[in-house]
């Protein structure tokens, strides 16, 4: 009897394994192997065309010595800092807003929600439209209300990252306000009712009890944010190319130029690596310090 058991465990296993195997082969042929494939790439001086030449660490010094990657470097922190609060602001406003008793929430919900399954490339379309500084709608506006001379928008490098900006919170916004939506919907409404028992007003109750029981939902949002902007490519290249000049250059549309635009492929690695050790730390230090500011309702 227990061989007969012992088999029928053993055909189990084998069975969800072979279910699992395509999925390790595509895992390991399209991820695993490139990520190693370009960690060693990042110590070479490879083309594309040449043989792997050894460099060692000469492409991690050399990138910190590239003007154009520092300016990228500092472009990235700002839109990081410019549309992670934004955002994360913005979607906790509507979610708390449509989690009361709002008509039409339903229509509103959705409402907001549309940008986020919008394609990219339809949305920097739109948007560069709007931000033309001549023919452009929103200029159009301001002009009728009197501003004389209004933002050059994309054309100027003094705004042209904010304007990206202001497109990747309009996009993103009404995905993290679903994801914040559902988080609140889980607190228990008998703790509402506890505290406005214990006379706590509306504001009161959100900063006291929404906020602290939605720690652990806030921090994946911010995890997800944070990881997000320093991936941000798609409204870049379409809007900007990194112009004018290189006051929107971020990280990943640089390494993409030094990759497939001047075919440095071991230095676009090594800055890609770079890229990628700045979010792992950002990760683990949001992990320890969740410690001291995430409440989990048990």
């Not at 695993?32 to 070479?44: C, H, Q």
């Not at 914040?180 to 959100?206: C, H, K, T, W």
């Not at 902007?229 to 190319?241: K, N, Y």
């Amino acid at each position: 009897m227990e061989k007969k058991v012992k088999a029928m465990k053993r055909r189990q296993y084998l069975t969800g394994y072979l279910f699992l195997l395509p999925n390790f082969i595509c895992f390991m042929t399209f991820v695993f192997v490139p990520i190693i494939m370009g960690l060693v790439i990042s110590f070479t001086d490879y083309n594309g065309f040449n043989k792997f030449n050894f460099v060692g660490f000469s492409n991690y010094a050399a990138m910190f010595g590239d003007e154009y990657f520092r300016i990228s470097l500092k472009n990235n922190i700002i839109y990081t800092l410019g549309t992670v609060p934004c955002t994360v602001v913005l979607a906790l406003i509507i979610a708390a807003v449509l989690n009361g008793n709002v008509k039409g929430k339903n229509f509103l919900r959705t409402l907001y929600f549309f940008p986020n399954i919008s394609s990219m490339v339809a949305v920097g379309i739109v948007w560069g439209m709007l931000f033309n500084p001549s023919k452009g709608l929103i200029n159009g506006v301001l002009m009728s209300l009197g501003v004389a001379n209004p933002p050059k928008w994309l054309a100027s490098s003094q705004t042209a990252l904010l304007s990206v900006m202001i497109v990747a919170v309009w996009k993103q916004v009404g995905y993290y306000m679903v994801i914040l939506l559902s988080g609140m919907q889980s607190i228990p409404v008998s703790l509402y009712e506890s505290a406005e028992l214990d006379g706590a007003n509306a504001v009161q109750r959100f900063f006291h009890v929404t906020i602290p029981l939605l720690s652990s939902t806030l921090f994946m949002v911010i995890i997800l944010l944070i990881i997000s902007s320093f991936q941000v490519f798609d409204l870049i290249a379409i809007m900007t190319e990194g112009g004018p000049g290189a006051s929107t250059n971020v990280l990943v549309y640089r390494i993409y130029q030094e990759g497939f635009n001047y075919l440095r492929f071991g230095f676009a690695s090594a800055e890609a690596y770079f890229l990628f050790l700045i979010i792992c730390a950002i990760t683990v230090v949001q992990f320890i310090g969740q410690r001291k500011w995430v409440t989990y309702l048990n």
